[in-house]
């Protein structure tokens, strides 16, 4: 009895795997809702068995008006490898491109907000679909605990690809298809974007989130981008 149960139970579990499998096989990824908003955190290397001390930020997001801010706390990647301060910095994609906003006190020779790069502006909703992803199954995000759809973006050829990882239905502490992760393959994982997909907020965004400090709508940045 034991033994045919024992047998029952091991095809009863390849079934649903062969179920899944068929299930997921041309899934593509979730696009974003029209405006939401969602913390993340950085600085959290690839080798998690090390000490991290995560750097919190914001992502605000109003794909009506084509706009999109993202807030990074002192100390991130993005505001010392980019801007090169280690206070606080902002991000915004406008139909004009990308200004970046820094806190004070500011790098000497840096000004408070300028318009960064011309040629960058808001993620479509639909970017992830767009850009030629490849599905690798659900896998468990050891950061967040949270099982996950896996998404490799290969199209350029490299050896280290971004990937995205969204929340799948089977995680009972996340909602289906919100943002887990997105990996940029420098840095051993510190500018990765590690979501918490508990925090997000679909619903209409402030229109004062987008407002630009005085004096910077369309004004160049003198320094040239690092990016």
């Known amino acids: 009895m034991f033994q045919f149960a024992a047998v029952s139970l091991f095809f009863g579990f390849y079934a649903i795997g062969i179920v899944s499998a068929f299930k997921f096989k041309n899934r593509v990824p979730t696009a974003y809702p029209d405006e939401f908003s969602i913390n993340f955190v950085g600085n959290v290397t690839t080798d998690l068995s090390t000490p991290v001390m995560p750097i919190d930020g914001v992502m605000y997001y109003n794909w009506n008006e084509k706009m999109q801010r993202v807030d990074h706390g002192g ?35 840096q000004e408070e907000c300028c318009l960064d790069m ?29 099982l996950t759809h896996k ?9 280290t690809p971004h990937m995205y990882y969204e929340a799948a239905s089977a995680s009972p502490s996340a909602p289906d298809g919100a943002p887990v992760k997105f990996t940029f ?24 989130l987008f407002v630009l400090p005085d004096g910077c709508q369309n004004k160049l940045c003198d320094t040239p981008s690092r990016r």
């Open 118 to 146: 011309v040629d960058i502006h808001a993620t479509p909703p639909d970017w992830a679909i767009t850009t030629n992803p490849t599905y690798n199954g659900i896998v468990l995000d050891e950061y967040s605990n949270v």
């Open 151 to 159: 998404y490799t973006f290969d199209a350029d050829g490299s050896d």
């Open 75 to 109: 100390g991130s990647y993005e505001c010392v490898h980019f801007y090169g301060t280690n206070e606080d910095c902002s991000i915004y994609f406008t139909p004009d491109g990308l200004y970046r906003v820094l806190s004070a006190p500011l790098p000497e020779g």
């Open 185 to 208: 393959p420098v840095d051993d994982g510190r500018q990765d974007f590690r979501y918490d997909p508990k925090s997000m907020k679909v619903e209409p965004q402030d229109a004062s």
